[in-house]
Structure formats: C-alpha cells, structure tokens
C-alpha cells in the first residue's frame, strides 16, 4: 500500500474511531469494501442523519451566540470571513473550534490569491465548515451511543476519498490501484 492510500485509512479510522488492522487493510480494495468493512464493525443505526447539517446547525449556534449575529445571516453559502470580526478573525474562528470541541478544526481561508492555491482545504464558507467537520470527525456530531448507516459511512469515505485523491466521479466498486491508480 502507498503513502496516499495509508494517509487515506488513517483519516478514515480516525474519522469513525475504529483501527483497521494492517492484516486487512490490503483487502479492502474499493470504497465499496471500505465502507462495507467499517460497517459490520460499527454500531449501526437505521436512521440516516445529515452529518454536514448537524455541524451547520452547531457551528451557526455558537457563532450566532458569540458574535450577536442574527441566525438569519448565517447560512451555508455565508462566507465566514464576512461574519468573522477582521482584526482577528482567526483567533475567533479558533476559539469557536475550542468551544465546540471539534478535533482537526480547520483555519479559516484567506481571500489573497496565495491562499485559494495553497490552502484550498480550507473552509470559506460555514457550508464549507460543516463539510470539514461532517468528513474529517463525524463522530464530534453523533450522540453518544449513536450508530451509523452505511450511508453515513459513504458520505465520510466519499469525502475522505475526494480530499486525498481530489476524485470527483468514480465507482464504489473501483479498485484503489487498477482503476483509480492510486499507490
């Protein structure tokens, strides 16, 4: 297995709280295996919720109670450095992360040029935001003792799948390296 795979299983279980032994990580070859495996191993749950819209609905609370801003602003399309005060927009961005207790929240993106090419991880939007933390730790907005669907699953290895390998159109049923061709 490749670096980029490797990187790819670790945001995975990290992102689910569950290990994949590196005896069968080699044998999960397509997305479709990955989420199947993660599956049958995970408490399951027969109701799907919207992850992204859990941490949308988060995020916009405290930021609404933080800055006194009218939840009608704050809508998924908001760009955050538009809500966010400008002298330290970072420094409150990072506290609403702390509060929230979110692992891997992201920095806010800059409007310069630099930043769009080199930090295009970076959310600009709260829409954005909830992706980020929906993909990289659903579980901060599961409730405790909540299982998961597969779909929920899919939606955390599609986004995993498109931000280490920037793969917009593939099959659950490609494999990594012969139709993906990823190492």
Not at 39 to 53: K, V
Not at 70 to 79: I, K, V, Y
Not at 124 to 145: C, E, I, N
């Amino acid at each position: 297995m490749g670096l980029d795979i490797v990187e790819f299983v670790m945001d995975v279980e990290s992102a689910v709280g569950l290990c994949i032994p590196n005896d069968v990580a080699p044998s999960l070859a397509t997305p479709r295996h990955v989420i199947d495996y993660l599956h049958g191993r995970l408490p399951q749950s027969r109701e799907t919720r919207c992850l992204s819209q859990r941490a949308f609905y988060t995020i916009r609370r405290d930021l609404k109670e933080r800055l006194g801003l009218p939840r009608e602003s704050l809508r998924p399309q908001t760009e955050l450095l538009a809500v966010l005060p400008t002298r330290n927009a970072q420094a409150v961005w990072a506290e609403v992360g702390e509060s929230l207790r979110f692992p891997r929240w992201p920095s806010v993106r800059g409007g310069s040029w630099l930043a769009r090419v080199f930090l295009h991880s970076r959310p600009r939007t709260l829409g954005d935001a909830a992706r980020h933390v929906a993909t990289f730790t659903p579980q901060a907005v599961k409730l405790s003792g909540e299982g998961w669907t597969w779909r929920e699953l899919a939606t955390v290895v599609d986004g995993l799948m498109r931000h280490h390998f920037a793969i917009r159109e593939y099959s659950l049923d490609d494999r990594f390296v012969e139709e993906l061709g990823l190492d």
